[in-house]
Each structure stands twice: as structure tokens, then as C-alpha cells.
């Protein structure tokens, strides 16, 4: 395969959320409400956050003032403006520790990187920006398209396209790499070649319009897809 390009998900292909560094995470926003007298539990917590990030991930909320706001109303809490920093301050220092790198990845992307144009491109919530300069892994990139940033979310087509131009290179020269079948779908519709990590197994069919598509390339791993390119 000739290529000049490759275009690269984040969630559940570079990296994933370590779920008992998320427990904790939470347990540690759960602390703050509490201790300020708000009567709120984990589960409620959880309930609150996950549209919130959602909403986000579209580009809904413009900050992390918003962002608490948003969360609080959830819990019918009032978002008191000592109460939010404090949420925030939090956040700021312990989020990114939620996330893990997947093994080979450190290794993979310096071997892209001396052949190819890279970019990431990940429906996100906000704040991942961050994240990515605490893994180290920004300066592999030559272009970071990020959702909540641009306001849409993959498969739009626009998500691929500023993808495109952030390297400087036609649909014809790259290759999009993800776990998700509808990731790729997106891609092919502007003439991006398929690379599919099968991690998830059947979870890769999640917002597929097609769950039968076939990629044009697919691993088990990311350390793989050098076979391939």
C-alpha cells in the first residue's frame, strides 16, 4: 500500500480509560461533594457525568465552568462558585491519570512518524487535549483534530477533511486507523483507505450504519499495523 498518511482514532485504539484509576477518579469528585454537604452518591454521580461528557464530545460545552454546571444541575446541586473550582482544580490534576497507553503504542508511533504524516482524530470529550500532552504522545502528531474542539464527531465528514489538512495530503495518499466500524465508514465515504484495530470485537459495530463492513486492512493490535503500511 502507497501511503503518505496516517490518520489515527485515540479511544480504545491508542489508548483506554483504566477503569479502577476511573473508580478512583470518581470516588475523588464524590469526596469533594460530600464534604461540602451535598448529599450525592456514586452511582448518581456516574449518571451525571456520562451525558455531560457526551454533550461536551459535540462541542455543547464551551468550558469547564460549563462543564460543572452542567453536572451539578444533573445532581441538583447548586454550582456554587467555590464548590466548581474546586471540582475543577481537581480535575485538572487527576484526570489524565485515568488513561493508559496500550502496549506497543510508544513504540509504533516513532516507526509512523520517520515514514508518515500523522494526525489524530477522536470524538472527545473535552479537555482530552490535555491528556494527550500527559501521555507525551503529541509530538508524533502532525495534526490533532479533536471534536469538542470543532464541534462535530465522527463519521462527519468534516472531522476527516480537517484531518486532511492538518497533514496536507489527499483521501488517496492515507489511511484511517480505529477500532470502530462507523469511524471508518466516515473515512471511506471520502476516500480514505480502512485500517481496523479488532480489539473490541463485537463493540466495533456500535453506531455502525453497516456492521458487516469489511476494512481494507484489520490486526489484533496496534503494535501490528506496521505490516501493513
Given at each position: 500500500?502507497?501511503?503518505?498518511?496516517?490518520?489515527?482514532?485515540?479511544?480504545?485504539?491508542l489508548?483506554?480509560?483504566?477503569?479502577?484509576?476511573?473508580?478512583?477518579?470518581?470516588?475523588?469528585?464524590?469526596?469533594?461533594?460530600?464534604?461540602?454537604?451535598?448529599?450525592?452518591?456514586?452511582?448518581?454521580?456516574?449518571?451525571?457525568?456520562v451525558?455531560v461528557?457526551?454533550?461536551?464530545?459535540?462541542?455543547?460545552?464551551?468550558?469547564f465552568?460549563?462543564?460543572?454546571?452542567?453536572?451539578?444541575?444533573?445532581?441538583?446541586?447548586?454550582?456554587?462558585p467555590?464548590?466548581?473550582?474546586?471540582?475543577d482544580?481537581f480535575r485538572?490534576?487527576?484526570?489524565a491519570?485515568?488513561?493508559r497507553?496500550y502496549?506497543?503504542?510508544?513504540?509504533?508511533?516513532?516507526?509512523?512518524?520517520r515514514?508518515?504524516?500523522?494526525?489524530?482524530?477522536?470524538?472527545?470529550?473535552?479537555?482530552?487535549?490535555d491528556?494527550?500532552?500527559s501521555l507525551?504522545?503529541?509530538?508524533?502528531?502532525?495534526?490533532?483534530?479533536l471534536?469538542?474542539e470543532?464541534?462535530?464527531?465522527?463519521?462527519?465528514?468534516?472531522?476527516?477533511?480537517?484531518?486532511?489538512?492538518?497533514?496536507?495530503?489527499?483521501p488517496?495518499?492515507?489511511v484511517?486507523?480505529?477500532?470502530e466500524?462507523?469511524?471508518?465508514?466516515?473515512?471511506?465515504?471520502?476516500g480514505?483507505?480502512?485500517?481496523?484495530?479488532?480489539?473490541q470485537?463485537?463493540?466495533?459495530?456500535y453506531?455502525?450504519?453497516?456492521?458487516?463492513?469489511?476494512p481494507?486492512?484489520?490486526c489484533?493490535?496496534?503494535?501490528?499495523?506496521?505490516k501493513f503500511?
Open positions: 500500500m502507497s501511503l503518505k498518511g496516517v490518520l489515527i482514532d485515540f479511544g480504545d485504539t489508548a483506554y480509560i483504566d477503569e479502577n484509576s476511573d473508580r478512583e477518579y470518581r470516588k475523588g469528585l464524590l469526596s469533594i461533594l460530600t464534604r461540602c454537604g451535598k448529599q450525592v452518591d456514586l452511582d448518581s454521580l456516574n449518571r451525571a457525568l451525558p461528557y457526551g454533550e461536551s464530545s459535540r462541542g455543547e460545552v464551551e468550558d465552568n460549563k462543564f460543572w454546571e452542567l453536572v451539578l444541575m444533573r445532581l441538583n446541586v447548586s454550582a456554587e467555590e464548590l466548581t473550582r474546586e471540582l482544580a485538572s490534576q487527576n484526570y491519570t485515568i488513561f497507553l502496549e506497543g503504542v510508544m513504540r509504533v508511533l516513532p516507526i509512523l512518524k515514514k508518515y504524516m500523522l494526525a489524530l482524530v477522536s470524538n472527545c470529550a473535552i479537555g482530552l487535549r491528556v494527550i500532552k507525551d504522545i503529541s509530538s508524533f502528531f502532525h495534526g490533532v483534530i471534536s469538542y470543532l464541534g462535530v464527531r465522527k463519521p462527519d465528514k468534516r472531522m476527516y477533511v480537517w484531518a486532511l489538512r492538518s497533514v496536507n495530503l489527499a488517496s495518499d492515507c484511517f486507523v480505529s477500532d466500524i462507523s469511524d471508518l465508514e466516515g473515512a471511506r465515504e471520502v480514505i483507505k480502512t485500517l481496523l484495530v479488532r480489539r470485537g463485537s463493540l466495533t459495530t453506531e455502525a450504519k453497516d456492521p458487516n463492513f469489511v481494507d486492512f484489520q489484533s493490535l496496534i503494535s501490528e499495523i506496521t503500511l
